[in-house]
């Protein structure tokens, strides 16, 4: 079993660390976006992305697919994955192509942004094609993906001053950048996996996938239902309220990037079930997305202000969905165990009965749940409250946090049901206690809303953390070693 060959906290490691090094890759293209476009063009740049996720919902069925059957062994998965996915890719830029023109009617978005959601074309098919290729990897190489990160990003950047500096291209220059930089790392991806996908097609095992995608369908519909908030947001509430939004979202997903430090359980589940594996997976997150949760709480305003000082006044959003990024990357833990130990699909048939009955549609059922109580209620209250942009975004990002809570409880008790593990409760105590010794430093040390000096105060107070934490955690000090093997490991690689 691939499995077994999986290191996990090596394969955590090396795509959290490059994730924290996107860390300043993003800050510097979300900056170049947020100084080079006006606030109502990063509003309808946001709603691009939320309208393109509907055009992207088949992405992840068959990637999901391929991801276990080739943890499991099956051969000629990866090429008969690719080849499908491509399909799907097409037949939902065919769907998005013909709708364009309804869906800027229908959102009210003037028709000078036609080009702009015409270009989006060629961001579904990438994701398309990105989905499946990451999926191979995942199960065998899952590290490659934190190289793929960095590709990514370092494209992002470099192709963003290309054509939003350089060429002065405004918005349809940010999404040439996107595009750009995705198709830098898709042909990253091909370089280092294409002996996989040089097998044959199994059409067998293509019937098998759709036949099981009722459970990816149940739950990709869940979840843009849920992401149907964000629309309503930016119908009743504007540009500037979805602005807002993306602005404090951009920021607190940075708290979310410590869930990589779990990534590679998934794959790790689907091969053997450990339980310590669960507990060290545990620990690792909550080492760093205590710590970056409340960093982000602390700094909220000068965060902002380096993005625009107009962001200013949404401190009070960027709290709440830090919070919610902390809540989530505990989550994914969860949801980690449910998808891992499900065994639904190790049998040759797979009954829709069985599927019914499964941990897997009753984890997507969550999802459900959780939007049947956003939605509706960010309806009555925009459609009826009429709020102003800001506290309608408040708003948003309170219910979020509430409704976050009850389903992470929700995913505990499910996936404590499926494999016997413990909560590092001592580790806990460990990083909450220093994370708040950290962030009482960081309140009484004065802040200049300057990138440099943000950076600074950044860097201070993980070192104040770190140092606490290494004083108390023999799990920090481990990892703390194994980073600087792995760091020499790969230079040495490199040179040789």
């Given at each position: 079993m691939s499995g077994s060959r999986i290191r996990l906290r090596y394969s955590g490691l090396m795509l959290f660390l490059f994730r924290l090094l996107s860390v300043g890759t993003g800050l510097v293209f979300t900056l170049l976006v947020t100084r080079n476009i006006t606030l109502e063009e990063y509003g309808v740049y946001s709603n691009i992305g939320d309208t393109l996720s509907y055009f992207t919902l088949a992405s992840a069925i068959i990637p999901f697919w391929v991801t276990r059957f080739t943890a499991r062994g099956r051969q000629d998965s990866p090429k008969?994955?690719?080849?499908?996915?491509?399909?799907?890719?097409?037949?939902?830029?065919?769907?998005?192509?013909?709708?364009i023109p309804n869906i800027l009617g229908i959102l009210q978005v003037s028709s000078k942004y036609f080009l702009t959601y015409f270009v989006g074309v060629f961001l579904i098919v990438e994701n398309h094609i990105q989905a499946v290729l990451e999926a191979i990897f995942y199960p065998k190489r899952p590290e490659m993906m934190a190289f793929g990160l960095l590709v990514l990003e370092i494209g992002k950047v470099s192709l963003g001053f290309l054509f939003i500096i350089g060429f002065r291209m405004g918005l349809i220059g940010v999404l040439f950048s996107l595009i750009a930089s995705y198709l830098v790392q898709i042909?990253?991806?091909?370089?280092?996996?294409?002996?996989?996908?040089?097998?044959?097609?199994?059409?067998?095992?293509?019937?098998?996938?759709?036949?099981?995608?009722?459970?990816?369908?149940?739950?990709?519909?869940?979840?843009?239902?849920?992401?149907?908030?964000?629309?309503?947001?930016?119908?009743?509430?504007?540009?500037?309220?979805?602005?807002?939004?993306?602005?404090s979202s951009a920021i607190a997903s940075i708290v979310g990037y410590s869930s990589s430090l779990s990534f590679a359980l998934y794959p790790k589940l689907l091969s053997e079930a450990n339980p310590s594996d669960v507990s060290s997976s545990l620990k690792m997150i909550l080492m760093f997305a205590l710590p970056m949760c409340i960093g982000a709480i602390v700094l909220s305003e000068p965060l902002l202000l380096i993005l625009n000082p107009l962001y200013a006044v949404a401190k009070p959003i960027l709290i709440l969905l830090s919070i919610n990024a902390l809540l989530s990357?505990?989550?994914?833990?969860?949801?980690?165990?449910?998808?891992?130990?499900?065994?639904?699909?190790?049998?040759?048939?797979?009954?829709?009965?069985?599927?019914?009955?499964?941990?897997?549609?009753?984890?997507?059922?969550?999802?459900?749940?959780q939007a049947a109580v956003i939605v509706p209620l960010m309806y009555v209250i925009l459609a009826v409250g009429m709020p102003d942009a800001l506290t309608a975004t408040e708003y948003l990002a309170l219910i979020n946090v509430l409704t976050n809570l009850s389903i992470i409880v929700s995913k505990y008790v499910i996936a404590s049901r499926c494999l016997r593990f413990d909560i590092p409760w001592v580790s806990l105590i460990k990083y909450l206690s220093a994370s708040l010794v950290m962030s009482l430093v960081l309140?009484?040390?004065?802040?200049?809303?300057?990138?440099?000096?943000?950076?600074?105060?950044?860097?201070?107070?993980?070192?104040?953390?770190?140092?606490?934490v290494l004083l108390v955690d023999k799990e920090a000090r481990k990892m703390l070693k194994m980073t600087k093997d792995f760091a020499s490991r790969e230079i040495s690689e490199k040179l040789n």
């Open positions: 008969t994955g690719l080849i499908i996915n491509l399909l799907v890719a097409l037949a939902s830029t065919a769907v998005y192509l013909i709708t042909l990253f991806y091909v370089r280092g996996i294409r002996r996989e996908i040089l097998g044959r097609i199994r059409w067998d095992y293509a019937k098998r996938w759709f036949k099981a995608s009722l459970i990816n369908i149940y739950g990709i519909i869940g979840g843009r239902i849920l992401m149907f908030a964000n629309i309503l947001l930016f119908v009743y509430s504007g540009e500037l309220a979805r602005a807002y939004y993306g602005a990357a505990a989550s994914s833990v969860f949801d980690s165990i449910i998808s891992g130990t499900e065994r639904l699909d190790a049998d040759e048939e797979i009954s829709y009965r069985k599927m019914i009955g499964s941990r897997l549609f009753l984890q997507q059922t969550l999802t459900y749940a309140y009484l040390t004065p802040t200049l809303a300057r990138l440099s000096m943000v950076a600074v105060k950044v860097l201070f107070g993980a070192l104040v953390y770190f140092s606490l």
